[in-house]
């Protein structure tokens, strides 16, 4: 059993948080959206375990379309950053606030960038283009992601200062129009620059609320120096550039790392 260890910490984390906010707001939904992302998160984790190539895939298309399409699309909740500071404004304390409340600003104080890895249905769909691991070095843009973090608020906070009535239908169609434009910047700058995973890297508004919390993150790879023998092949699978041989939070790209564990499942020693 020990083995399973994780996706039983995981499996138990998302049913504390689906029964605690199906009793606080008296509402079925959230046990059901929790225990199923949850289970989806426990399956993946377990098929890892199990060895299964496409153990972290399953479990990413499993939440990121049911995020997308369920969510999203059917139940016209904005889980963008926009919808996000809807809900803020407007002070309730709802699916897209408690989204990323769980999802990305608290929770990766406990499970670091895994939402990047496991769920996110931009990168789902990005993680089916050819440059898995990026053939160009990093490029120092990242520092778009703070426009992008900014322009969004703005956006919002001017629907409620023009008193825009409608607001719902906006943000409805901003998550559709948002997301066509993610998904298109996200598959260019894949080709650009030869990395799925650029837009996550540069783009991302997300990143400016996981990065800083995903920094002190409970769940961590790390390296055992007495087994290393620095032959450098973790570090030509990773997605995201991590210098995951350094133990120290401080490494190189440490913030970006999505848990993806293709570092661990490459190294001959096993020293991850
Ligand atoms: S960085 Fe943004 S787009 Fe990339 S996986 Fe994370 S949330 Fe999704
Ligand atoms: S693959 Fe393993 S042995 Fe090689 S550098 Fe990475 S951690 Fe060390
Ligand atoms: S390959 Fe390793 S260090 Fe890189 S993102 Fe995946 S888990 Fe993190």
Redesign the pocket.
């Known amino acids: 059993m020990k083995k399973y260890l994780m996706p039983i910490i995981m499996l138990i984390i998302f049913e504390a948080v689906a029964v605690t906010l199906w009793l606080t707001k008296d509402n079925l939904f959230y046990l059901l959206n929790f225990s199923y992302i949850g289970c989806s998160i426990a399956l993946g984790l377990t098929l890892y375990i199990k060895k299964y190539k496409y153990a972290r895939r399953i479990t990413q298309l499993l939440v990121g379309s049911y995020m997308l399409f369920y969510l999203g699309v059917i139940s016209n909740e904005n889980m963008q950053i926009e919808g996000f500071w809807y809900y803020l404004f407007t002070g309730v304390f709802e699916a897209a606030t408690i989204h990323y409340a769980v999802a990305k600003i608290f929770g990766p104080l406990i499970f670091g960038r895994g939402w990047c890895g496991y769920a996110c249905w931009t990168a789902m769909v990005l993680d089916f283009l050819p440059y898995k691991v990026p053939l160009q070095p990093r490029k120092k843009i990242g520092w778009i992601r703070y426009i992008v973090f900014v322009v969004s608020l703005i956006f919002v906070s001017a629907l409620f200062l023009a008193h825009v009535g409608n607001i719902e239908t906006i943000m409805f169609w901003a998550f559709i129009v948002g997301n066509v434009m993610y998904y298109a910047v996200g598959i260019i700058l894949a080709f650009v620059f030869k990395d799925n995973r650029a837009f996550c890297k540069y783009i991302c508004p997300i990143t400016v609320f996981m990065k800083p919390m995903s920094y002190f993150s409970f769940f961590r790879v790390k390296?055992d120096t007495n087994?290393?023998?620095?032959?450098?092949?973790?570090k030509t699978v990773c997605p995201m550039d991590v210098d995951m041989?350094d133990n120290s939070r401080k490494r190189k790209n440490g913030t970006d790392c999505i848990l993806c564990f293709e570092?661990v499942k490459?190294?001959?020693?096993k020293?991850?």
């Open positions: 390296c087994k290393c023998v620095s032959c450098g092949k973790c041989t570092c490459s190294c001959p020693k020293a991850l």
